[in-house]
Every structure is written in C-alpha cells, then in structure tokens.
C-alpha cells in the first residue's frame, strides 16, 4: 500500500506474445483464442518523466511517484502525485503536471503555497481545463486542498478540519464534489483501513461538510450525476448513493469482510481493498479489488447499479489495483505485477495483455482516458501512454 507508506514518512521489452485470460486464471495463467475486434497489439510507453529523474534509475525511479489524473479532454490531462524537492535537500514536494497537446509536451508544477508545505497530492479532479482541484496533506498530516480557476497556475490552498487524510477527490460540476479519505485501523498509528467520513460540497470547494461516516477507508469515489455514485474502500466494501451523498448503503461485493467472525476460507478473510471503482451508466460499473492477506485480486463488475455485484476476473498472485472501460466491453486494467497491462473487449470474461516498456516493473496507480484511442495510466517514475503497434 503506497499511500500508506508514503502517508507515514511523507517522502516517502521487446513485445510480449498476446495472452489471453479466462476469469479465474492469474495474469500469467492459460492461453486461448483472442477476441477478434480491437485485438491489434498495443504497448504502453512512458510519455513523460522528471528531467530530475535523468540521474536515477532503476528502482530509485519510484521516488517520483504520480498518483493521480485527471482527463478533461483527448488535450487536456492534469497528473498529481509528489517528488524530491528541488530546493529542499532529503524533502519532498507535492507536483502538478498539465499537458494541453495530448501528451506531447508536459508542464511541471512543484506546489508552492504561502505559509505551508505539501510533501505529498493523493488525487486530482478537473471539470473543465480552468477548474480543478488536488488533496493530499501537509507537512504535519493535516487534510490540505488545493483549488485552481486558471488551469493550474495558480492554487488556492486550505486546511480540512476531518482527521484523515484525502485519498480521492470527485467533482461533478464547478460547484458540487465529493472527498474521501483514510485513516489508520483502531489501535495502529499507521496504515489505512480504519473509519471515515465521506466529505461533500456544495460553493466549489469553499466549505466541506461531513455526509457520512462510513467504518472503512474510502479509496475511491465516482458519481454519474448529482445524485448517483460510489464509493470504495477497505475491507472490501462498496457503499452507494442515491440522494448525493446524504446517506450512502452497503452492496454486496462477495468479497466483503464484515463485523462477525471472518471464515477463515472466506473471500472476507483476504481483507480485500476496493482501490478502483468506474461506472459508464446508473446501471453498469466495474470495481478493482487487492486482498491485503493474500497475494490475490478480484476484478467486480455489475450490470445492475451495484444491486449485486459479480467477480468477473479472479486474479492469483497480485491484486487488481485500478480498472477504466469505455464500453460495457472494452476496458482496461493492471494488477500488482507491474510488466503487463491487460485489455478485454468482452467485458473482462478474458484478457489480452500489453507490455510496459519502462527500465523497470513498476506498480500503476490510477487510469485516466477519453476514450479507446486516448488512454493514460500514472504510478512510479512516469506518466505511462498506450500506443497501437
């Protein structure tokens, strides 16, 4: 868990063969024929990374460590995340980075605010290529935001008065968002995993207000509309909204781990993490699940608003850490083991995988696209892109 060791310390190839996976197989399991449509091999190439970085290599690349995008338009992509700082020796540095090109050339932003330190941004949401904002946390651990009006050149900070940390940031509109955050589990001073509460506003930003306490870590939040979405987190839970956010209830993901005592043979005893979770309608959505006990992974995929949920792809061997469909077909998602990212154009029922060509494996973080042919991920030592042979 990244965000929880950096959350601590604040600072801290040639083409593969295609392969193709059936839902219970690990990345690395069985061949089978490949779907016909939208097969042509594709790779993924590191679009960007640091000009400080040309003097590390190898694992010491993690050391810039890009968390979070936010994709406006197939020109317009925002990417948070934090670095060594340039002008501190041994510290480090909260970073923005914008293309307006489609990635062809990059801008990078180290935050600098007046009167206060951002060692390390979780996550980052536009609405428009104006409006957007980054969470994450100050030097002394407190919830910090950051709100822009003018694409990043300048950003307005202020301090969230909830004892968690952000770790993810939804926008709807320039008036209307949703935070979640973490905290360690009872007892522990570290980690994630322990209650929170789901965070809203109504002025942009300007205020926000507790909606809902809920006894996980939230991970990740997504909304359709106004008063539509989710939100996903620790012990492998996934709660929805129908009211925007004043009361959030439970669904049933199958691999939950609940209040009574846990088999020990239970999907709930592997203490899955909920890191991803995507909807392309009320009705269709897909979840990224990593066990915290296990070294497995589950990718969830509902056809019903999350009224029920099913384990479309069972992964052994690492979790499935973040998924983004364009369709109710095609999709795309990565797992803990960081040389392949796998595609589906069957709606995960099997997978071809496309190589990361990069100076090391490396684990992704988070998705970002508009659309099949405009599909970005972000994680250590770069800001990946995918391109068709």
Not at 185 to 199: F, H, K, Y
Not at 310 to 328: A, E
Request: charged content about 20%.
């Amino acid at each position: 868990m990244e965000f929880a060791r950096r959350a601590a310390v604040l600072v801290a190839v040639s083409l593969a063969a295609l392969l193709t996976l059936n839902c219970t197989s690990s990345p690395t399991g069985n061949r089978q024929s490949q779907p016909e449509a939208n097969t042509r091999p594709a790779k993924w190439v590191a679009q960007y990374r640091s000009p400080a970085s040309a003097k590390y290599s190898g694992t010491t690349l993690a050391a810039f460590f890009y968390s979070g995008i936010s994709v406006v338009s197939p020109e317009v992509v925002f990417v948070c995340g934090d670095m060594p700082d340039p002008k501190i020796e041994d510290e480090r540095v909260g970073v923005v980075l914008k293309t307006t090109d489609g990635g062809a050339h990059w801008m990078e932003t180290p935050i600098a605010v007046p009167k206060m330190q951002v060692p390390t941004l979780n996550s980052i949401h536009f609405v428009s290529p104006d409006v957007g904002w980054a969470v994450g946390a100050d030097s002394g651990q407190v919830a910090v935001v950051l709100k822009t009006t003018d694409g990043g050149a300048r950003w307005t900070p202020s301090r969230i008065n909830h004892k968690q940390i952000p770790t993810t940031v939804f926008f709807l509109d320039s008036e209307t968002g949703w935070m979640g955050g973490a905290t360690p589990p009872p007892g522990e001073e570290e980690g994630i995993g322990g209650p929170s509460a789901i965070l809203g506003t109504t002025d942009g930003g300007a205020t926000w207000t507790s909606q809902y306490n809920v006894p996980i870590s939230v991970s990740d939040i997504f909304f359709v509309d106004k008063m539509t979405g989710w939100a996903s987190g620790s012990k492998g839970a996934i709660y929805a909204t129908t009211d925007g956010g004043l009361t959030w209830n439970t669904q049933r993901t199958e691999i939950e781990a609940g209040d009574a005592p846990i088999d020990p043979s239970s999907e709930g005893a592997k203490q899955f993490v909920i890191r991803g979770v995507q909807f392309l309608d009320k009705d269709h959505g897909f979840a990224a699940a990593t066990a915290t006990e296990e070294d497995a992974g589950r990718m969830l995929a509902t056809s019903n608003g999350g009224a029920s949920w099913r384990r479309q792809w069972m992964v052994s061997g690492g979790g499935v850490r973040d998924v983004f469909f364009v369709s109710i077909s095609e999709g795309w998602a990565f797992t803990d083991e960081g040389q392949y990212v796998y595609h589906t154009v069957d709606g995960g029922k099997s997978w071809l995988s496309e190589p990361k060509v990069f100076d090391q494996d490396v684990t992704l973080s988070r998705f970002g696209g508009a659309g099949a042919d405009r599909i970005w991920a972000v994680g250590p030592g770069a800001i990946f892109y995918r391109v068709r042979e």
